[in-house]
């Protein structure tokens, strides 16, 4: 969506491998998000982060971890990529915070671990 | 844990108005209300969200239970491009938590 891009689009890795996927923001909200969308559980929170630095975690972010070094940039890493992690993959932001003023979404990252 | 229950389908004629239901019995003082909809291989988008006024915009209305513990997303006149999963969303914090939404079709 506009000001919001995740790269790649697609991915196909094999298990046991470090993945790293990137969310890149040209709003300069200072929210940033990362959730994963299964079947049957709709989206979930896998880890936030609330400014430069500063990360936190959600509800599945066991696995996971997250940087972020400048405000545009949040990137997510699959420490050890394991076919539980196959799923779609969506950053959002938003400013100042989600209670108010809500998200904006990426179009998502379809990550497929065989 | 569901903060939301929604039913997991709707159907509706296109040009017609479409009423979305949804369940929040243990809604909070500071919670909102928000409702995304979320069309096919597509990142869910922001409908509409309120407090506890009822709130129009140009995409819909959001009429909100005196209690808050309920609300119903209302959707003026179907179109076909309306067809959509429709999230019914508290949030706490800085955080939404989703649940599986109630998948809308629409018949022309």
Request: with cysteine; proline share 5%; net charge negative.
């Amino acid at each position: 969506d506009a000001g919001i891009t995740q790269s790649p689009r697609h991915k196909v890795t094999e298990t046991g491998t470090p993945v790293t996927l990137r969310c890149h923001q040209t709003e300069n909200h200072r929210y940033m998000y990362w959730y994963r969308q299964d079947p049957g559980h709709g989206l979930r929170l896998i880890h936030y982060s609330y400014g430069v630095k500063d990360t936190d975690k959600g509800e599945v972010s066991d696995g996971y971890s997250v940087s972020r070094s400048k405000t545009e940039d949040f990137l997510l890493t699959l420490e050890s990529a394991t076919s539980s992690q196959t799923s779609v993959y969506f950053c959002a932001i938003s400013s100042p915070g989600p209670t108010n003023y809500g998200y904006t979404f990426g179009s998502g990252t379809r990550l497929t671990v065989v | 844990d569901a903060k939301t229950t929604q039913p997991n389908s709707m159907e509706s004629n296109e040009e017609e108005p479409v009423h979305l239901p949804c369940n929040h019995s243990t809604i909070s003082g500071t919670d909102y209300i928000h409702w995304y909809r979320q069309l096919p291989s597509q990142g869910p988008e922001y409908v509409i969200h309120g407090l506890t006024s009822n709130v129009n915009n140009r995409m819909a209305s959001l009429a909100i239970a005196e209690d808050r513990k309920s609300s119903t997303l209302i959707l003026h006149r179907a179109t076909l491009r309306d067809a959509a999963v429709y999230y019914c969303i508290l949030s706490t914090g800085n955080q939404f938590y989703f649940g599986t939404g109630t998948s809308l079709t629409v018949i022309p």
